[in-house]
């Protein structure tokens, strides 16, 4: 992908292309992650680390997600709600939602 070379896009009234600290206020809800992100993990280690232990599992039970669960194991729509889980652990003043809830059962 590549920037456009005229035009500008603001978040939170900042440039979205230039500035980096927009990573800690905006979290990205996307595509399906890749069978190799999940292999030989648990719930709680994709979750991890995690600013706040509490929120992980409030979410994590919303979701009706067992912190314990093998990710790999789980169905395609289990893994976008870990994909999901993983993508509210910090608190972000934005949220991108890219067709994260396709697929979820």
Known sequence: KRKATTGSITVLGCDAFEETGLNHRVALLGPPWPPEAYFANTVDSVASPTPNPARKEAIATH???????AVDKMSSGEKRRVQILHGLLHEAEV???DECS????
């Open 63 to 69: 979701l009706h997600l067992p912190l314990t669960a």
């Open 95 to 97: 949220l991108l939602l």
């Open 102 to 105: 396709t697929d979820i059962d």
